[in-house]
């Protein structure tokens, strides 16, 4: 019961050298072309890995990292912001940084609620969709500021989830999951064929503009051309700065308690005054919400979406990732989705295979380990604070 | 009849074409201990669930405290004062001890967004609260168990986690608590210690009510002030240990078996 | 509305639905005995059609000029029989052992398992990622009645359907086996005790539910000439959808929500004819309709949880 420890000097050290190993491992990752030499940074990775296991390393720096968290969340962004500025000009590598911060925002959001609130959602790409299509959508008016369309991405994702809250309160289980399984079919049809939204062609999103300055246009500073994907890295990043602390919030309050309980068992937390209607309500909505909030940037980003980036297999690929991460754990979320993310871009041998691969792996996965990577740690109200 | 704390009349529960409890009457005084006991299947258990709002019952009343709650939701029934356990342990076992505590302390706890994750103040305040509570309860019934507080349940042994379901049920101080078998699975040593341990729970336990169910006569010789007898749902007989022994109808359906 | 446009509404619906409730009666087996989704049995129907077309690939290299009753019962056996031991292989290699994971992750791991056997036809099959003709072997005869003509395949296709459901309910309530599934569903526990090999059981179900979505896939094939590696997703979806709108473990409940479910599309065609490309749509729609009434089934089970 030891309340906040104070920062051991090696733990910090520790803590600043993992992080220089993880940039120097993403930067090496996203330099090298050669599929040989990535099949060796990525083996390489894999045994200093298991050979760190085995002598212990890895629990020290787990520890470490785990004693002094915001430390350990700022030295995360530092990773990433340093990773923005050694690829400052490399439209590719940002877009896939990009794309792992908003699909972490995605996963975080089904987090709360297949994580804690225990509610199945095979429609997560379909809300992500909702997000999306309603910034295409906004983006014909150039006076909306871009925060505001985000916030009402996110909000039409919610109301359009809405619907599906009475059938998704009166279910449980294999029920529940066809219900949520249903929309995403359905959802993907409706794109397919309506025309008003590009149909399956799908529809050009116009990009941010603020204050008169269009987000879709390089940068020029100074001597440097930054590519125009910087500011939308740097958005994303803040997105998933703020809703890592909003779902670390949620975690670690009585709101997470009751949504633990409500999924664990609903008798026993009835019988305790525990509405459970009322935090299927919230957990599903906010989930929601998060996946609006984040397809909108990333349509804003691509600039073009269309039926195909929202299919349900989108929405298998959310959901295991969040089984990959390991339920439930933040951390394991974001390294699960840069793994998810990165890996196939890069080892373009195996693009073809992808699928394939990443189902097999997933399968294996659900029968030998369960609980993911990083499997969720005994709840702690405070940080740093442990039994 | 001017100090009872429960008044169930006429209490019947139909599952389909069995009726598990008919016409059922019976009362709780303030600060007695009322032990139900009956062969299994007899309604003990749909007892508690109709009362604490689980199953809404056929027919019948509950008057709690004054006020009508029946067919009330299992929320507002714990709202009004009534907590319980459960005859096959419900805790989270995934939760650490604290985790499960506090959700018996819900009535206490704030549910807002302000409060939960932007000023943590009040949660704050509520934590310190919680963790003083659950603490003094805890080192009540077994001081070794308050240095565990943030372990997990799955890792703990049976008697422990009974320990942590009444722990759950008496935090939030209800004027009735209802304890379904909390012997089994446990010894009879076991179980010794735990009643003492219920019994002495001091500013915890002041004025509460207690209905146990327990199979265990030994038990209800120690611990219970009366007794209810049910058989096939109804009421069988009404009184002290010592008259319920004594009584014949009792004797056949009950303790038939050891007295052949 | 035209009568005979709708009556040939009607003789496609009736088909569809025959189709998925073959699919369903799976979803609905499996859940008995195991009590878990097998969300991968739509692609089961895909490789039973693939299972076909290799058999008519093979025999007609061999025999080229072979007569199409015969080649039709061939390659319907070749692609039953391999199916089923595919079935029995999946269940004692992968099914099996997810029984201790929670819902969820089976319903995710068969998922995944559906996604593998989707991408594995689609890359090892030879041209695997195209559409596929699938040969024709029934006579294109067809009667004309109007403006309603009647494919003398789909009667075929549709009475075989049916002779197959009838002899799968016959075998369920009827025989040894039957009877041992059935108190395999119903209670594992006892169904042990009683000298029932469970293990065994569950194969023999599997072999026989992958059976029978062999048999829908070369109906399948047979009905639309074509088949593709893609046609199970949908497949498994409606069959999942039927077995669960009609309530879990009844094999009445799964007929009864294919039928449903082809019902609606084809009342989604034939209301909506400014917009039939809705009738998905419309569909699925209606199915989460129904769960928000019947939030167990049209066929519920009546059990309340115990506490
Ligand atoms: N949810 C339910 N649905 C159908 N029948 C039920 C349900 N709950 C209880 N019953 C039946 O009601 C009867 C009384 O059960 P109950 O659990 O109240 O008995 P009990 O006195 O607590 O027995 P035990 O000593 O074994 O705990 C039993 O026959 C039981 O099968
Ligand atoms: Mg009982």
Request: hydrophobic share 50%; aromatic share 10%.
């Amino acid at each position: 019961m030891s309340t906040n420890t104070t920062n051991s000097l090696s733990g910090v050290l520790c803590s600043f050298a993992f992080a220089g190993v993880i940039t120097a491992l993403m930067t090496a990752i996203f330099i090298v072309e050669s599929q040989l030499l990535i099949a060796g940074v990525l083996l390489g990775t894999i045994g200093a890995i298991v050979i760190s296991s085995k002598f212990g390393v890895t629990s020290i720096i787990l520890k470490s990292l785990g004693e002094n968290e915001n430390l350990s969340n700022a030295l995360a962004v530092l990773v990433t912001l340093a990773l923005i500025v050694i690829f400052y000009d490399d439209h590719y590598v940002l877009f896939i940084l990009c794309t792992i911060l908003l699909y972490s925002v995605t996963v975080l959001g089904l987090n709360i609620q297949l994580g804690y609130a225990g509610l199945i959602n095979f429609s997560g790409a379909a809300f992500f969709g909702v997000g999306g299509y309603t910034a295409a959508v906004l983006s014909q008016y150039h006076s909306i500021p871009p925060i505001l369309t985000l916030v009402i991405g996110g909000i039409i994702a919610a109301i359009v989830g809405s619907i599906l809250l009475l059938p998704i309160l009166r279910t449980s289980g294999h029920y529940s999951a066809l219900v949520t399984l249903a929309f995403a079919l359905l959802f993907k049809v409706f794109l397919d064929v309506n025309d008003s939204l590009g149909g399956a062609q799908g529809v050009d999103v116009g990009s941010f503009t603020l204050f008169g300055w269009d987000f879709g246009n390089d940068i020029t500073i100074g001597s440097y051309d930054v590519s125009f994907y910087v500011p939308y890295v740097l958005a994303s990043l803040v997105m998933l700065c703020v809703v890592f602390f909003f779902v670390r919030r949620i975690e670690r309050s009585w709101i997470g308690l009751c949504l633990d309980s409500v999924r664990i068992d609903e008798v026993s937390s009835s019988c305790f005054g525990i509405n459970i209607v009322r935090w299927k309500i919230v957990a599903f909505t906010i989930g929601n919400f998060v996946a609006g909030l984040s397809g909108a940037l990333y349509a804003s980003i691509l600039g073009y979406i269309s039926p195909a980036n929202f299919s349900f297999g989108d929405s298998l690929m959310f959901l295991s990732i969040l089984l990959l991460g390991g339920i439930g754990n933040l951390w394991g979320t974001i390294i699960a989705t840069a793994i998810v993310v990165v890996l196939p871009e890069k080892f373009q041998v195996i693009q073809e295979y992808r699928l394939f691969i990443y189902s097999t792996l997933v399968l294996l996965m659900i029968v030998y380990r369960p609980v993911g990577l990083l499997p969720r740690k005994t709840r702690t109200y405070r940080p740093g604070e442990s039994s | 009849m001017s100090d009872s704390l429960l008044q169930c009349t006429g209490l019947t529960m139909h599952f389909g074409g069995l009726a598990a409890l008919s016409d059922m009457s019976l009362h709780i005084n303030k600060g007695e201990v009322l032990g139900l006991v009956g062969p299994n299947g007899s309604g003990k258990t749909t007892f508690f669930n109709v009362v604490s709002g689980i199953y809404k019952p056929t027919c019948g009343t509950v008057i709690f405290d004054g006020k009508d709650i029946t067919s009330e939701s299992p929320q507002a029934v714990y709202n009004h004062g009534i907590s319980r356990t459960f005859q096959l342990s419900r805790l989270c076992l995934e939760l650490s001890v604290f985790d499960n505590i506090m959700i018996g302390n819900h009535k206490r706890l704030s549910r807002g967004f302000i409060s939960n994750i932007f000023s943590r103040r009040k949660f704050n305040e509520e934590y310190e609260d919680g963790l003083k509570r659950a603490t003094h309860i805890l080192t009540a019934l077994n001081p070794e168990l308050a240095n565990r507080m943030f372990d997990v349940v799955s890792e703990l042994p049976m008697i422990d986690r009974r320990r942590i379901e009444i722990c759950r049920a008496l935090i939030s101080k209800p004027k009735l608590l209802f304890l379904d078998e909390p012997s089994a699975g446990m010894t009879h040593e076991e179980t010794r210690q735990l009643m003492d341990e219920i019994l002495n729970m001091g500013s915890y336990a002041k004025g509460l009510s207690i209905v146990l169910i327990e199979h265990e006569m030994n038990v209800i010789k120690r611990v219970t002030d009366r007794c209810v007898v049910f058989n096939f749902g109804q009421k069988l007989f009404e009184g002290t240990y010592s008259e319920v022994i004594a009584d014949p109808a009792v004797q056949e359906a009950y303790l038939g078996k050891e007295v052949e | 509305m035209d009568i005979s446009l709708l009556a040939q509404f009607t003789v496609n619906g009736l088909m569809l639905g025959m189709m998925y409730a073959l699919v369903a009666v799976g979803f609905t087996l499996f859940f008995g005995v195991l009590d878990i989704i097998v969300f991968s049995h739509g692609d089961v129907v895909m490789v039973g059609a693939f299972a076909a077309l290799t058999g008519h690939y093979w025999l007609t290299g061999i025999y080229p000029d072979m007569s199409m009753w015969v080649e039709l019962f061939f390659i319907s056996c070749i692609s039953i029989i391999t199916v089923a031991a595919f079935g029995m292989i999946m269940a004692k290699t992968m099914i099996l052992r997810l029984r201790s994971a929670s819902p969820l992750n089976t319903l995710l791991a068969t998922m995944m398992l559906g996604t593998v056997l989707r991408e594995a036809v689609r890359l090892f099959f030879p041209g695997g990622s195209n559409p596929k003709p699938f040969p024709v072997l029934l006579p294109d005869i067809s009667a004309s009645f109007g403006d309603f003509t009647l494919r003398f395949d789909s009667v075929i296709l549709f009475v075989l359907g049916a002779l197959l459901i009838v002899s799968l309910h016959l075998l369920i309530t009827k025989t040894k086996l039957g009877m041992a599934i059935r108190a395999v569903a119903q209670d594992e526990e006892t169904a042990r005790l009683m000298g029932v090999n469970f293990t065994l059981i569950v194969l023999i179900t599997f072999a026989i539910g992958s059976a029978v979505a062999a048999f829908a896939g070369v109906m399948n094939g047979l009905y639309y000439n074509e088949i593709n590696f893609g046609m199970g997703l949908l497949l498994g979806a409606i069959g999942f959808s039927a077995a669960i709108i009609g309530g879990l473990g009844n094999i009445y409940g799964a007929i009864l929500g294919g039928f449903l479910f082809a019902g609606l599309q084809t009342l989604g065609a034939v209301a909506m004819p400014f917009a039939s490309a809705y009738k998905d749509v419309f569909a699925f729609g209606v199915v989460i309709l129904i769960m928000a009434w019947k939030p167990t089934g049209l066929i519920a089970e009546k059990t309340s949880e115990r506490v």
